[in-house]
C-alpha cells in the first residue's frame, strides 16, 4: 500500500497494438496493503462531526471520517442507512445542519457553488450509479470525454481526440465508436464511459455511488476488476458507497459500516469482514456467507 499511495498520479501509456484491456494486479493478500501506513501521512480529506437530520430522521449522527492519499475507503450499509448522504454531504453536494469537512486545509462547506464546481472539474470526480446523471447523453462518447479536459483548460482538438481515444480503450470500449452518443450504448459501457469521463483529468479523489448498481452480475465483476485497476494504476484515493459486501472486501483497504445514520464500525476491510465485531456488522457478514 505504501508504495502505490506515493506515487503521484500520471498518464498511462496507451495500450499498445495487441494489448487487450486492463491489466489486474496480482491480488491482494489477507491484511497486506490494507491501509499500512496511511495513519502517518495528511488526510486528503477530514470530517468531524457531520450531523443531519430530515425532520425527526438522523440522517448522519456526529459522523468523522479521514481519506488518505491513494486509500480506497468503502460506506457499507442497508437502504436507509445514510451513507449515500454522508457521500454527498463529503463531496458539497448536500449542507449538514453541523460539522466541518475539509480538503486539503480547504474548508469545503464554505466554498462558493464557482470553487465548489472547479474543485468537482479538477481535483475531483463524482461517478454516479445510474451513468445518465454523469453523462451528457446527446454528446458523442468522444466530446464527453473531451468536454472534461476542455473545462481544465484544453483546447488543441487533436489532442482531445487521441486523449479521448485512450481512455475509450483505457475503459475497454472500442475507441472506433467515439463519434456515437452514449445512448448507444449498453448500461455497463455508459458505466465505464461515465468512468473514462470521470478520470480524464486524473483527479485526486473520486466519489462513487453504487457504481454496480443495477447492472447484470457478470457486468459488475466486469467493472469492480476495472476499476480495481485503475485505482491501483492511478493511485486514486476513492469514497465508494456500496451494498455490496463482496465489491468492498475487492476494492476497499477500510471500509465504514453505517445504521441509522451513524458509524457503527470502522476499521480494516480485512478486519471488519473477517472479524466483526457489532451485531449489525455481524449480520451483514453473515447474509452475504447464508
Request: aromatic share 4%; charged share 20%; net charge neutral.
Amino acid at each position: 500500500m505504501n508504495e502505490r499511495s506515493s506515487k503521484t498520479p500520471h498518464p498511462i501509456p496507451p495500450p499498445q497494438a495487441g494489448e487487450g484491456g486492463a491489466h489486474l494486479p496480482p491480488p491482494l493478500l489477507a491484511g497486506e496493503g490494507r491501509g499500512g501506513g496511511l495513519a502517518a501521512q495528511t488526510p486528503l480529506l477530514t470530517a468531524r462531526d457531520l450531523t443531519l437530520r430530515f425532520g425527526r430522521i438522523a440522517a448522519l449522527d456526529s459522523v468523522d471520517i479521514d481519506i488518505h492519499p491513494g486509500e480506497v475507503v468503502a460506506i457499507v450499509g442497508e437502504s436507509g442507512s445514510g451513507k449515500t448522504t454522508l457521500l454527498r454531504v463529503l463531496s458539497g453536494l448536500m449542507r449538514p445542519d453541523a460539522g466541518e469537512v475539509s480538503y486539503l486545509g480547504q474548508d469545503v462547506l464554505g466554498m462558493t457553488e464557482a470553487a465548489r464546481r472547479r474543485l468537482m472539474r479538477t481535483e475531483w470526480g463524482f461517478v454516479h450509479q445510474n451513468p445518465r446523471d454523469g453523462l451528457r447523453m446527446a454528446v458523442s462518447a468522444g466530446g464527453n470525454i473531451g468536454e472534461r479536459l476542455m473545462a481544465t483548460g484544453a483546447r488543441h482538438y487533436g489532442n482531445i481526440r487521441d486523449q479521448a481515444a485512450h481512455w475509450l480503450t483505457r475503459v475497454e470500449i472500442d475507441p472506433t465508436r467515439m463519434d456515437e452518443v452514449p445512448a448507444k450504448f449498453s448500461g455497463g459501457m455508459q458505466q465505464r464511459l461515465q468512468i473514462a469521463r470521470t478520470l480524464v483529468t486524473l483527479p485526486k479523489l473520486v466519489f462513487m455511488d453504487e457504481p454496480t448498481g443495477g447492472l447484470d452480475v457478470s457486468v459488475q465483476a466486469r467493472l469492480l476488476d476495472l476499476i480495481r485497476a485503475l485505482v491501483a494504476d492511478l493511485g486514486l484515493a476513492v469514497l465508494i458507497v456500496t451494498h455490496d459486501i463482496a465489491a468492498a472486501r475487492l476494492l476497499a483497504h477500510r471500509m465504514l459500516v453505517m445504521r441509522h445514520g451513524v458509524v457503527v464500525e470502522s476499521g480494516l476491510t480485512d478486519r471488519v469482514l473477517d472479524d466483526p465485531q457489532h451485531p449489525y456488522t455481524q449480520l451483514l457478514v453473515s447474509s452475504v456467507l447464508a
